[in-house]
């Protein structure tokens, strides 16, 4: 056994070995010893870091420089109704012109009051309401998952939005949102 040993054990594969082995130390060393914040942004290579690199909600609105991110590097479809936080919108934060030539100071966003709508209930209406002196100009609602709205539209005098539901055999909620301008 001896023999076959000596037969294998050449100078060239003791060489190889201890080379494989400070090569895996090597390694092995260099990822433990990274001091906490040696790694920089001008340290990282174009395009190093990729979406599927990021962890599940890694990046928020705060890690996020002002105006890093623009309407051009939103993929289409990236902004719903349910990603906006409610009354994160109002008039002040559109660029002239966006509201078909309305001043955004001249414009209001009035949330109605819920409304609950007992179970087999039908024909219960919710309604938002102008300031004084605005009109409505557009508007919407919300309804909960056991309701079903009936019909929606502005009020009569044109100061207000309305929403009228509907439920099964569950309670739900409804309201109705209202965009006014002034004269």
Do not use: Y
């Not at 942004?41 to 870091?49: E, G, H, T």
């Not at 890690?63 to 990236?78: D, F, I």
């Not at 024909?123 to 100009?137: E, F, L, V, W």
């Not at 929606?152 to 055999?169: H, M, S």
């Amino acid at each position: 056994m001896t023999t076959a040993l000596r037969r294998h054990l050449t100078p060239g594969n003791a060489v190889a070995v201890a080379a494989m082995i400070v090569a895996l130390a090597g390694t092995g060393v260099a990822a433990s010893n990274l001091a906490n914040g040696s790694v920089t942004s001008a340290k990282l290579a174009n395009n190093a870091v990729s979406a599927p690199k990021l962890a599940n909600n890694a990046v928020t609105a705060t890690k996020l420089a002002q105006g890093s991110v623009k309407a051009a590097k939103l993929a289409n479809g990236a902004v719903t109704l349910n990603k906006v936080a409610k009354e994160s919108l109002d008039a002040t934060r559109f660029k002239p012109g966006v509201l078909g030539g309305v001043s955004a100071s001249k414009v209001t966003v009035v949330p109605g009051t819920p409304v609950s709508v007992p179970p087999g209930s039908t024909g219960t209406t919710a309604t938002a309401t102008c300031p004084a002196g605005q009109r409505a100009i557009a508007g919407g609602f919300n309804v909960g998952a056991f309701a079903l709205a009936d019909a929606t539209g502005p009020t009569g005098d044109g100061t207000g939005w309305t929403v009228t539901a509907e439920t099964g055999g569950a309670p739900a909620s409804i309201s109705a949102t209202v965009v006014c301008v002034a004269p």
